[in-house]
């Protein structure tokens, strides 16, 4: 017999059998077993964690006496939260003396993942998505541009969405009084352009230009030799007469901003000039309320999508003095008077007189049918709208849920025209509850707490939401009908060719944009008399650089891991000047080739992350530090306790570096221990300041830019945080799995997810962790296809 002794519990091992005699405080010993597996487990367990983690400190929460005591699986729950910790290498502490080696790490998350896959492949836990969810701002607009060929701004038409577990498509269960008046009146409006029907009186739109944008050199989208203005992607509902009419900017005096001499301001449609005017300075002691008095003008246009430009023409300047000057923001009075007059607003209004519905994208979309006779119109009708419910309602649709709209149809019929009484249908498939909500039923036969494969149709939607965030298409549908979509490599061969799809930049500007924290750069404004170069011009730049790199890793299948680390930027040269890499001319974006002393490359070295991440006035290695943790290795800090106080200004000098200020938190107990979990990995970013510019100072004294992370290790800069992050790439795929899969479902993750995802980051790993496998696997997952039985 040999006595070992752990953490105070004296094992008395035999080689059949292992007993523990414990003190009272220990943890409760396993039971007696012939498994050496388990025995193992537990005393490993029982060696590092037990000592935080037992019935008396229960620290964090956390009791593992009942666990150790049982089995793996009948403590799922308990264990999943361990092997979360053990993975990410935060517990034990870093800061205790005693750490299991990477040896005994290992050895216990390869035991108890082993354990608890095999549990959950026996018995998959699919867990449960709700059964009604209405489509979010952006899956209504993707789904109003593919099943009408018509593109609207949902943003103009509808509410923003809530967010919850970072995605708003999550918390979108519920249909208030006032959101559906928002949805009626926008099926409305949506259902008349589609469809070209007459208006009793013109319609318009007026589209403004950000306050801070500025306005001085060429706008992508606009010839090459103009400046400023915008190109309006504007829908014509019918053909006729439209007038355009054009406000400049004005400064608090209500002058027209930066007017000393005649400009040259053109329209264009298409691309082609419609009118040219001059703009001039009124006379001396005169003031400016006619100088843009005449800017107005009415000409025909074709029904349907077209670009309208509006711009000046560029007055001649050297490039040679371009290079000299360093970047100057013109966009108001208060901040940066502009040296040229710019856009303020674009108005369109119209058709003038009854105009012609024209052939538009969209009414070939509705119009698959179209009666020769009035005896003809019912039949048309019911083609036409048979054709638009099977893909609205995502289903084979059948003759009584066409009869239900042909009675629509029909009462608007009377008072009007055949096309009159299509947009009344049409827009009450709009807001219908099958269009507007995505619902899974669960079968009648299923027992409650049983799992069952949801169906093909609910599939197919659970899939098109999921990469294109918008409604199935025919091919689709087609497999779901026919029951092919269930199997495994037919589900797999549509997810790839769905990621193939342009419709997958969704994953970019819907999912990324989401789980980057994107969206947040529109309230991002820094402080004008720090960073007086900002201005709306850069803050797209920084967007785009972003979209660019993730749609290219979209678009080539590359490896998640090139999020990370990247030899080459995306840049224009508005972002190429913020970042002093030369070079680089024009508004358009093109793919650049990087040296090293250019110090950009992936996501933590791009302007948006970084910029996002900060205050109107500093960086904030807190809101980084927790970005990192939170976005790319899964490790979310616990939030603050509420009975914190105030970090007190007068203890904290303006002047000093941010590290030091934030070593006051860390002097007080009750906010160290967060603050030593979240600022190391904020602190290796400190070598860019809040807009994303590199810096070697600050306030003044060198950047110390020395950082880690919660599992011990130290590194100096971005770029061994770059390293640590890409020595263990299973941590950042294992936290984009879980961002997908949290977004695929509209839930958050659950312990029961675990197992399917760990076998996804296993199988992707074999691909060099490219995109599709890890989406492939995803989808092929247990959670995807299945959803677990209620009452």
């Known amino acids: 017999m040999t006595i070992v002794v752990l953490c105070g519990i004296r094992w008395f091992t035999r080689s059949d059998v292992t007993i523990a005699a ?29 000592d935080c983690h037992n019935a008396d400190l229960k620290k964090g929460g956390l009791n593992l006496d009942p666990a150790v005591a049982g089995s793996v699986t009948d403590q799922a729950e308990v264990w999943e939260k361990v092997v979360r910790r053990l993975a990410t290498r935060q517990m034990p502490p870093s800061k205790v003396k005693e750490r299991p080696t990477e040896a005994e790490y290992s050895e216990l998350l390869n035991a108890l993942s082993t354990t608890l896959d095999a549990a959950a492949t026996e018995r ?11 489509l979010t701002r952006v899956e209504y607009q993707n789904a109003i541009r593919d099943l009408l060929a018509l593109d609207v701004d949902a943003a103009a038409l509808l509410p923003a969405d809530e967010a919850s577990h970072g995605f708003d498509n999550v918390t979108v269960g519920t249909l208030s009084p006032t959101l559906l008046d928002r949805y009626v009146s926008a099926a409305e409006h949506v259902s008349r352009l589609a469809v070209g029907c007459a208006q009793r009186v013109p319609g318009g739109e007026t589209f403004r230009i950000k306050p801070d944008v500025t306005q001085e050199e060429q706008v992508e989208g606009l010839p090459f030799g103009t400046r400023g203005g915008a190109p309006i992607r504007y829908t014509f509902p019918r053909d006729g007469e439209y007038e355009v009419t054009i406000r400049l900017s004005r400064d608090r005096n209500d002058e027209v901003e930066g007017l000393h001499e005649p400009h040259d301001l053109l329209v264009l449609l298409g691309g082609v000039e419609k009118k040219a005017f001059v703009v001039k300075p009124p006379p001396r002691g005169a003031g400016h309320n006619d100088v843009d008095k005449h800017l107005q003008l009415r000409f025909p246009v074709t029904a349907g999508p077209h670009v309208l430009g509006v711009t000046f023409v560029k007055n001649p300047s050297s490039l040679l003095e371009y290079k000299r000057q360093p970047y100057e923001a013109r966009f108001n009075f208060h901040r940066h008077p502009r040296t040229s007059p710019a856009i303020y607003q674009v108005s369109i209004v119209g058709p003038f007189g009854p105009g012609t519905a024209g052939d538009t994208p969209s009414r070939r979309r509705v119009f698959v049918a179209y009666p020769a006779a009035e005896a003809e119109e019912i039949d048309s009708a019911r083609k036409i709208l048979g054709a638009l419910l099977r893909r609205a309602w995502r289903r084979p649709v059948t003759d009584a ?13 009377r008072d009007s025209d055949f096309e009159t009484g299509i947009q009344a249908a049409l827009s009450a498939v709009l807001v219908s509850r099958e269009f507007l909500f995505r619902v899974e039923r669960q079968p009648e036969s299923v027992p409650a707490g049983t799992v069952y494969p949801v169906s093909s149709l ?46 997958a930049q969704s994953l970019v500007t819907n999912f990324a944009a989401q789980w980057l924290h994107l969206r947040n750069l529109d309230s991002f404004t820094p402080d004008g008399r720090l960073f007086p170069d900002f201005d709306d011009n850069l803050r797209q730049s920084m967007r785009r650089e972003t979209e660019l790199l993730l749609a290219e890793i979209v678009r080539q299948d590359g490896s998640l891991l090139s999020l990370i680390r990247s030899d080459h930027a995306w840049l224009n040269q508005r972002l190429a000047m913020h970042y002093g890499i030369p070079h680089v001319y024009g508004s358009h974006f093109r793919r650049v080739t990087l040296l090293p002393e250019s110090h950009r490359g992936g996501l933590l070295r791009q302007a948006s992350v970084l910029a996002v991440t900060s205050y109107a006035t500093r960086t904030s290695p807190v809101l980084r530090g927790k970005w990192v943790l939170e976005n790319l290795l899964g490790t979310p800090p616990p939030p603050p306790p509420p009975d914190i ?3 007190e200004s007068a203890a904290v000098a303006e002047s000093l570096p941010v590290r030091q200020r934030l070593a006051v938190h860390r002097d007080n107990a009750a906010c160290a221990s967060c603050h030593e979990f979240i600022d190391p990995p904020g602190f290796a970013l400190e070598g860019f300041d809040a807009v994303g510019r590199w810096r070697v100072s600050d306030g003044g004294s060198l950047v110390d830019a020395s950082g880690g992370l919660p599992d011990g290790r130290t590194f100096d800069g971005v770029d061994g945080l770059e390293r640590a992050l890409t020595e263990r790439p299973e941590l950042l795929v294992t936290t984009v799995a879980e961002k997908l899969l949290t977004f695929a479902l509209g839930r958050g993750i659950e312990y029961y997810d675990a197992p399917a995802l760990r076998q996804v980051v296993r199988d992707a790993r074999r691909d060099d962790y490219r995109l599709s496998a890890i989406i492939v696997g995803l989808v092929r997952s247990a959670p995807f296809r299945m959803r677990e039985a209620h009452e």
């Open 124 to 134: 998959p836990h699919p867990g449960r998505t709700q059964s009604i969810r209405r």
């Open 22 to 50: 414990s003190p009272a405080s220990a943890a409760i010993p396993p039971q007696v077993s012939g498994d050496g597996e388990s025995h193992r487990r537990a005393a490993l367990v029982t060696k590092y964690c037990s």
């Open 645 to 647: 106080p105030a970090l």
């Open 458 to 503: 609910e599939l197919a939607s659970r899939l098109s939401f999921f990469l294109w965030s918008s409604l199935p298409d025919d091919e689709l549908l087609k497999l779901a009908e026919n029951g092919e979509l269930s199997r495994p490599e037919v589900l797999a061969g549509q997810a790839r060719r769905m990621l193939a799809d342009p419709r």
């Open 401 to 413: 849920d066409v009869a239900r709209l042909i009675s629509v149809f029909a009462a608007a019929r």
